[in-house]
């Protein structure tokens, strides 16, 4: 399969713990872009990368959000002290630059 | 920053008769509009998107029309079919830079 692919798929975590997600973009693309979606809502932007530099993070995301992309292919977001309202399906999508943009099937959240 | 708005937010239509739904977006630098179906428990699939420089792009039963100087956008499906049902979420992105999403627009193809 050459399309996005993220792990792992699903994630149940304890408020409080630390969680990081993994995304392998598709090889040639060098965007890459994290996106948060909950139930009945769109994707909300959060970061995006090109390569290896972030070029924006949003400004609603909280300073507990991390994301790296340090060789320019696979990229993680790391959430610290999690909390119930971070529960969401995290998304991950990639381009080439100013092309269509693949998504990931997504981490799947769950704070209790 | 972007803004993109989605309208209606559930639309129902009749098998066979045509949907239609429009986004507007805030950003007069934006030059790139994506359409993405999302069926449920599934990702996001790009199904069809337009830039700037075009007015209209169709692909067999969709089609994509842009206003640059309303700053809105529509997304048009003719002769629906059951597989039709997901939702659709349009977005837009400025000079290339991140791609915001509208709320989505649930339809329903009833038979």
């Known amino acids: 399969d050459t399309g996005v692919s993220q792990d792992p798929r699903h994630k149940i975590t304890k408020r409080g713990q630390n969680v990081t997600f993994r995304c392998d973009p598709i090889s040639e693309h060098n965007r890459l872009y994290w996106y948060r979606q909950t139930l009945g809502q769109g994707p909300e932007f959060l970061t995006y990368?090109?390569?290896?530099?972030?070029?924006?993070k949003s400004r609603l995301l909280s300073d507990r959000f991390s994301a790296e992309r340090p060789k320019g292919s696979f990229s993680t977001l790391e959430i610290q002290r999690t909390e119930q309202g971070d529960s969401a399906m995290y998304l991950c999508?990639?381009?080439?630059?100013?092309?269509?943009?693949?998504f990931g099937q997504g981490t799947r959240l769950t704070v209790v | 920053g972007e803004n993109v708005e989605q309208h209606p937010s559930t639309l129902s239509v009749q098998e066979g008769d045509s949907a239609v739904i429009k986004c507007t977006y805030s950003d007069s630098a934006s030059n790139y509009f994506p359409w993405y179906k999302q069926e449920l428990g599934k990702r996001p699939q790009l199904i069809i998107d337009i830039r700037s420089n075009v007015g209209e792009k169709k692909d067999q039963r969709i089609a994509v029309t842009l206003n640059k100087t309303a700053k809105h956008f529509s997304l048009h499906i003719t002769e629906t079919q059951p597989e039709d049902s997901a939702v659709y979420f349009c977005a837009a992105s400025p000079r290339g830079d991140k791609i915001i999403f509208g709320k989505g627009t649930r339809l329903h193809i009833l038979p």
């Open positions: 999508a990639s381009s080439p630059f100013m092309g269509k943009a693949f």
């Open positions: 990368f090109q390569n290896e530099a972030q070029l924006e």
